[in-house]
């Protein structure tokens, strides 16, 4: 069993920018691909980004695409989202979630493919 353990999240200023961390805590998953999925209240969870294993590729929700980017250190196993220029709509609780998916378009998968997930941790914009 994997778990992950977010962190990073906190209260920010609209147009701010924020780096989220995902690490496991105990076994690992270096041939897993990464996302990050949120929650805002009341809403269901969105995807909002996912890297390949390799960290060859990357694919964003187009709500975030040109101010949020996915990475990760397979040395470290910590993948990060850094997100810049906050919106309000961007308040949400922020899930890693980790995929035993070794191929390299990422498009189709979807929560339910993902087999660990984090507890969260929340982001808040607001002036």
């Known amino acids: 069993q994997v778990q992950l353990v977010e962190s990073g999240g906190g209260l920010v200023q609209p147009g701010g920018s924020l780096r989220l961390s995902c690490a496991p805590s105990?076994?690992?998953?270096?041939?897993?691909?990464m996302g990050w999925f949120r929650q805002a209240p009341g809403k269901e969870r969105e995807f909002v980004a996912a890297?390949?294993?390799?960290?060859?590729?990357?694919y964003l929700a187009d709500s975030v695409k040109d101010r949020f980017t996915i990475s990760r250190d397979n040395v470290k196993n910590t993948v990060y989202l850094q997100m810049n220029s906050l919106k309000p709509e961007d308040t949400a609780v922020y899930y890693c979630?980790?995929?035993?998916?070794?191929?390299?378009?990422?498009?189709?998968?979807?929560?339910?493919?993902?087999?660990?997930w984090g507890q969260g941790t929340q982001v808040t914009v607001s002036s």
């Open positions: 979630a980790a995929d035993h998916f070794l191929g390299e378009d990422l498009r189709l998968r979807v929560p339910r493919d993902y087999d660990y």
């Open positions: 105990g076994r690992t998953c270096s041939t897993c691909a």
């Open positions: 890297i390949s294993w390799s960290g060859r590729n990357t």
